[in-house]
């Protein structure tokens, strides 16, 4: 069974430490969806918002968000990261959010790229509920992500 990391002997939650780990390319890539009604996707295509281009007020979201992940989730590293990529696309039940995150350090980058696409989806959210309080964020989740001791990961199927 895998130790947890953030777990010590004692089960106190603590932060990992990270000062004798390697500096080496991180990347990781995450993904959610806003399922919606055919309106109001139509509204959201159609830049009518009454808060602006949904798309791209959420896409700058993520982006703000991957950069504060360190100070929303307690035990994760303050991190340089060398970039933050946030598409908000159309998909047939709604809007579709995809993360690449990347950078260049001791620990990766999985939670910053979830939490851009957690924060990314809630703007959608918040753009929308105007229109629309019944959607759903769904299927937040870690598509692949590589570097490090842990070795590289890609999700089977979506």
């Avoid at 995809?98 to 696409?117: C, F, H, Q």
């Amino acid at each position: 069974m895998a130790k947890l990391t953030h777990i010590d002997d004692q089960g106190r939650a603590r932060m990992v430490d990270v000062s004798d780990k390697p500096a080496t390319a991180r990347e990781a890539v995450a993904a959610g969806l806003v399922r919606m009604a055919p309106e109001t996707l139509a509204l959201a295509l159609g830049g009518g918002g009454k808060k602006g281009d949904v798309r791209a007020v959420a896409e700058i979201a993520g982006v703000m968000a991957a950069k504060r992940t360190s100070e929303l989730i307690p035990m994760c590293h303050p991190l340089v990261l060398s970039k933050v990529a946030v598409e908000v696309v159309e998909a047939p039940e709604g809007l579709a959010v995809t993360a690449r995150v990347k950078t260049t350090g001791p620990t990766g980058v999985e939670m910053e790229a979830l939490t851009a696409v957690s924060v990314a989806c809630l703007t959608i959210y918040d753009m929308l509920k105007a229109a629309d309080k019944a959607m759903t964020i769904e299927a937040v989740r870690l598509l692949e992500k590589s570097g490090g001791a842990s070795g590289d990961f890609r999700r089977d199927g979506p």
